[in-house]
């Protein structure tokens, strides 16, 4: 039952983190760099000084509160593609435009124990 409530209270189809966490750690450094350096939408990039040390669930925190979440995909996006990580830029685009989550293994397995252990415990 606990694991079925944790699960259930993932977050938002289009969440920027699952994709960060997706990433090897040379190519969430990549991605880090590029971010520093990115203007959109007239917006200033972040600072080096916040992403140098920042892990993923900080990177996700800060893309939210200065582009919103909207534009924090869009940003994610762009930077993926730019760094030719154009898997992880094809599954949160295919989030965005349809509203509905990528399976990846660990949600399948996750799916698994929610469906299947409480009818057998």
């Known amino acids: 039952i606990v694991l079925n409530i944790l699960v259930m209270g993932r977050k938002t ?7 960060l966490e997706d990433l090897a750690e040379q190519d969430f ?20 000084c916040k992403l140098e ?3 993923r669930i900080d990177v996700a925190r ?10 924090a995909v869009d940003v994610a996006i762009k930077i993926f593609t730019s760094l030719n990580l154009n898997n ?3 599954k949160l685009k295919q989030e965005k435009d349809t509203g509905k989550k ?4 660990s949600d399948s ?11 057998h415990l």
């Open 62 to 71: 800060l893309l939210k509160e200065c582009y919103g979440q909207k534009r």
């Open 88 to 90: 992880s830029a094809r």
């Open 13 to 19: 189809p289009t969440d920027v983190l699952q994709g």
């Open 102 to 105: 990528i399976q990846s293994d």
């Open 109 to 119: 397995w996750e799916s698994f124990l929610c469906e299947y252990l409480p009818e």
């Open 53 to 55: 040390k920042a892990e």
């Open 29 to 48: 450094k990549k991605f880090r760099h590029t971010l520093s350096e990115f203007d959109f939408d007239d917006k200033p990039s972040i600072p080096w």
